[in-house]
């Protein structure tokens, strides 16, 4: 089982979220956001900043893997997520999968209609 955390302000990242809840039918994912306590604490424990910008996958054995690598690692472990992810593993082709990632990872408050300044984050209590 890996621990995905994403930032816990994201619209898009909750909806990922969601979304991966929902087709890891094998329950190989524990999805928590970095708002919550659980992910703040886990960032904390591997030396990442708790405002992350960028998703994070908590391995078994204490490793741990950022952005592309991450997304390449969440796929690996859904159902029908290999028909995907095995263009990640392609000669060469991780770069290209890293600046697409980039790009969603930097323009992801405006993917919702948000300002870059992120005034539609959500407010969580």
Same mark, same amino acid.
């Given at each position: 089982?890996? #621990?995905? =955390?994403?930032?816990?302000?994201? %619209?898009?990242? %909750? $909806?990922? +979220? /969601? =979304?991966?809840? $929902?087709?890891? !039918?094998?329950?190989?994912?524990?999805? =928590?956001?970095?708002?919550?306590?659980?992910?703040?604490?886990?960032?904390?424990?591997?030396?990442?900043?708790?405002?992350?910008?960028?998703?994070? /996958?908590?391995? +078994?054995?204490?490793?741990?893997?950022? &952005? #592309?690598? /991450?997304? %390449?690692?969440?796929?690996? $472990?859904?159902?029908? +997520? !290999? *028909?995907? #992810? !095995? *263009?990640?593993? #392609?000669?060469?082709?991780?770069?290209? !999968? +890293? *600046?697409?990632?980039?790009?969603?990872? %930097?323009? $992801?408050?405006?993917?919702? &209609?948000?300002?870059?300044?992120?005034?539609?984050?959500?407010?969580?209590?």
């Amino acid at each position: 089982m890996i #621990v995905v =955390i994403l930032d816990g302000n994201c %619209r898009l990242c %909750r $909806r990922c +979220g /969601a =979304i991966i809840e $929902r087709i890891d !039918w094998l329950e190989k994912i524990q999805v =928590i956001y970095s708002t919550e306590d659980r992910g703040s604490s886990y960032l904390k424990q591997y030396g990442l900043d708790t405002d992350i910008d960028n998703i994070v /996958a908590i391995y +078994g054995n204490g490793e741990f893997s950022e &952005g #592309v690598y /991450a997304w %390449r690692s969440i796929l690996s $472990r859904i159902p029908l +997520g !290999w *028909l995907i #992810v !095995w *263009l990640m593993y #392609v000669p060469f082709t991780m770069g290209i !999968w +890293g *600046l697409l990632y980039e790009i969603v990872r %930097r323009n $992801r408050y405006l993917f919702n &209609g948000c300002d870059e300044s992120g005034s539609c984050k959500i407010k969580l209590k």
